[in-house]
């Protein structure tokens, strides 16, 4: 199957723009290539359904400290890449700092923001300079004023210009839009048309690919189980996302956000210390404030990557034998948090309901 994986998926997949073979030997040998560290759960966007539980100002976060021996431990570990989140990362007062750390220690920086930091000329600046080699990620759900308002609170739709002012400021500076990518959490209350709608317009008027997670009942998102979409519309929006980012080769990595190959090789540390597959799934095998990271990657790394699931043979019917199975295994959180197994069937994979996934 491998031989049908196009360029694009090749390079956008895995997010790991120019390092994939890299980062599929980490995948074949179930050891972690990135490490997502939330830094604090303070964010200004107020999406309504954050798995993070954001607000404005901060409540939670590591210390900077356990931040720096956290990079120290992933040096060590010979992990590649730092994805830093939040909350929004951008708005910790030492952010610029922890990402040079980062640097001198050969770590590769990954920026996931909301994208209103940006705006400033100076923070943009910064974020390219200390995420040369990464990626940067932006979130703007919907670009339709109306529709952002609901997926927000407060309903500013003046972010979204600010967002693409961001972007604008980035690319300026020399960015690649390859290297840079719009995060959409997909729900029923934007609905398939506004989501299709939205990547459209940022891949013609950008060059930006989208990264489109599926809404997941964590955090506040608990609280609006209302916005879980249905399979139809999922196909539909999903296969769109394929066809923007992958070309027309009849590729798909269905539900998922991104390919198996960045999803199994790596770990989370949300801003509490817990240690978890994914930042969707908030429930952690461990806490670094109790046990250091290292020592917790040996003791649970076969959780936190996945690891029988890296033999597509141990993939749950009919996953085993889809055509899609050379990068695609379906959405772990989804799994999770819809069929309550990280391990079992993705639920929001219309390709098992059609019979399609068979050979």
């Known amino acids: 199957m491998a031989s049908c994986i196009n360029d694009h998926l090749n390079r ?13 030997r980490y995948f074949d040998e ?5 490490l997502q560290i939330e830094t604090t759960d303070a964010c200004q966007q107020g ?8 607000t404005p100002r901060e409540r939670n976060g590591l210390n900077s400290d356990e931040i720096r021996g956290l990079l120290r431990d992933a040096a060590a570990l010979e992990i590649r890449a730092i994805d830093w989140l939040g909350g ?11 990402m040079q750390y980062a640097q001198s220690l050969g770590l590769v ?29 932006v979130h703007v759900d919907s670009i339709t004023p109306e529709v952002y308002a609901k997926l927000h609170r407060g309903g500013n739709p003046h972010f979204i210009d600010a967002i693409v002012e961001g972007v604008d400021n980035l690319l300026s500076l020399g960015k690649p839009a390859d290297m840079m990518i719009n995060c959409i959490t997909y729900t029923s209350l934007q609905g398939p048309d506004d989501a299709i709608k939205t990547m459209r317009w940022w891949f013609r008027e950008k060059g930006l690919r989208t990264c489109l997670t599926m809404f997941n009942p964590a955090g506040m998102g608990a609280e609006w189980r209302s916005l879980e979409p249905g399979l139809d519309e999922v196909q539909r929006v999903y296969t769109e996302r394929d066809r923007i980012n992958y070309g027309d080769d009849k590729i798909s990595i269905a539900a998922m956000d991104t390919d198996k190959y960045y999803c199994g090789t790596m770990a989370t540390v949300t801003f509490t210390g817990d240690v978890t597959p994914c930042s969707v799934i908030r429930d952690g095998v461990a806490n670094i404030r109790e046990m250091p990271f290292r020592d917790i990657v040996a003791r649970h790394r076969d959780t936190l990557v996945h690891a029988a699931l890296h033999d597509v043979h141990n ?8 055509v899609n199975n050379a990068h695609c295994w379906g959405c772990r959180a989804s799994a999770y948090h819809y069929n309550g197994d990280a391990d079992g069937l993705d639920p929001k994979c219309w390709l098992i309901r059609s019979g399609q996934s068979s050979d």
């Open 12 to 24: 956008y997949g895995g997010l790991a723009v120019g390092r994939e073979e890299e980062q599929k």
């Open 30 to 34: 179930k050891r972690l290539y990135a």
């Open 47 to 54: 999406c309504i359904f954050c798995y993070a539980g954001s």
């Open 88 to 98: 929004d990362p951008l708005v910790r007062p030492d952010w610029y700092e922890l």
């Open 109 to 137: 920086n990954n920026v996931w923001t909301s994208g209103l930091p940006l705006k400033s000329k100076d923070v943009a600046a910064k974020v390219h300079e200390v995420s040369e080699g990464g990626f940067v990620s």
């Open 315 to 322: 993939l749950p019917a009919p996953c085993d034998s889809c």
